[in-house]
């Protein structure tokens, strides 16, 4: 079940293009477990944007994956991973969403957008509730 609940944040600004401007030009599901929820140093993440790029790092730098993970190609660059914390962190959001993928563990779906007026942007959905993995 996916919440309609949407993370919708954009690198150039907080409103999002109209679909018709852009197109996906990534997408991926992940498990946010509690390994992602750590930095490499082994301390606790206090922020969304935290979370999700670390458990990127995990996925492509650190071979961590969860069962359900999704392979993505535009996170597997180390640039493209500090990209993604700047728009989540500078984006606008429902702080629940937030507060859940803090909290953890949760199943998220990322949409990576191309805009020609926004630039790149994702849309990160907090899926359906689950005790464990996929």
């Not at 600004?13 to 997408?27: G, H, L, R």
């Not at 930095?39 to 995990?58: F, H, K, M, P």
Request: glycine share 8%; aromatic share 6%; with cysteine.
């Amino acid at each position: 079940m996916i919440r309609k609940t949407l993370l919708a944040l954009a690198l150039a600004a907080a409103a999002v293009a109209p679909a018709s401007a852009a197109e996906v030009i990534d997408s991926y599901n992940a498990w946010l477990s509690p390994a992602d929820h750590r930095n490499s140093n082994g301390e606790r993440l206090t922020t969304a944007a935290a979370v999700i790029r670390q458990d990127r790092a995990n996925f492509h730098k650190f071979g961590v994956r969860d069962p359900g993970d999704d392979d993505d190609t535009y996170f597997g660059d180390v640039n493209n991973r500090a990209v993604l914390e700047r728009m989540l962190n500078d984006g606008s959001s429902d702080p629940g969403v937030l507060q859940r993928i803090v909290a953890g563990p949760c199943r998220i779906h990322v949409d990576v957008y191309r805009s020609n007026h926004h630039g790149d942007y994702v849309v990160v959905t907090l899926l359906g509730a689950s005790s464990g993995g996929y």
